[in-house]
Every structure is written in C-alpha cells, then in structure tokens.
Nanobody
Framework: QLQASGGGLVQAGDSLRLSCAAS????????MGWFRQAPGKEREFVAA????????YYTDSVKGRFTISRDNAKNTVYLQMSSLVPEDTAVYYC?????????????????????WGQGTLVTVSS
C-alpha cells in the first residue's frame, strides 16, 4: 500500500514537499513515480526514481523546480516542489513501479506501475 501526504493550498512561488509511505517488502527494489491529475485532464507523469535512487526522471514542465528522492530505510519517496505555479494544481499520486522497470521509456507511462496511492491535493493560488 502507498499513502501519499503533504498536499495543501499554497501561493504561487511557494514550496511544498509531498511524501509517500509504502508498506511491504518490495519498496527498496521498485522504482517509484509521481503522477498528477488536474481537473478535467488525464493523469500525467511528473517524476520517477529508480530503486537505488541513482537515476531520476522528470517531465519537462517540472525540471529544475521539482526533485524526487527516496529513503529506502523509511520506505518513503518524496517530491520536493518549489517555484510552484497555478498550473501545478492537481491531485498528486505516488506509484510503485513494476519489477525490473528502471528506464524512462517505461516509467513515464501509467502502465509501468503496479501500485497506486490515494492521491493528495495540491492547490496553487495566483
């Protein structure tokens, strides 16, 4: 199971850190990702991190502003978001990758993930 938290209402330019706590013994061997879904839009890829944490991937719109990280000892993945803009407003979901997936071409798609958290709402006001 995945439990996302940390969402809230912030102003443009602010920072926010999302957390996703995982239960189970496969966390340290699975890539993890963050997706988001804005009202009326499809769920889109935001960022991913390989099981070791050595490789990270980002969608272009968040590069330089968001940082994904993980703590395998705590079974937790984070998404540090800075310089937030109203377009970042969405429900953010964390997801656990399929066994053996570590490449961007696989992790940028929803099909690359097996487990999904319940989502946490981020609202950025202008």
């Amino acid at each position: 199971q995945l439990q996302a938290s940390g969402g809230g209402l912030v102003q443009a330019g602010d920072s926010l850190r999302l957390s996703c706590a995982a239960s189970g013994r496969t966390f340290s061997t699975s890539a993890m990702g963050w997706f988001r879904q804005a009202p009326g839009k499809e769920r889109e890829f935001v960022a991913a991190i390989t099981s070791s944490g050595l490789l990270t991937y980002y969608t272009d719109s968040v590069k330089g502003r968001f940082t994904i990280s993980r703590d395998n000892a705590k079974n937790t993945v984070y998404l540090q978001m800075s310089s937030l803009v109203p377009e970042d407003t969405a429900v953010y979901y964390c997801a656990g990758g399929r066994a053996g997936y570590s490449e961007y071409r696989l992790l940028q798609h929803r099909s690359g993930y097996v487990y999904w958290g319940q989502g946490t709402l981020v609202t950025v006001s202008s």
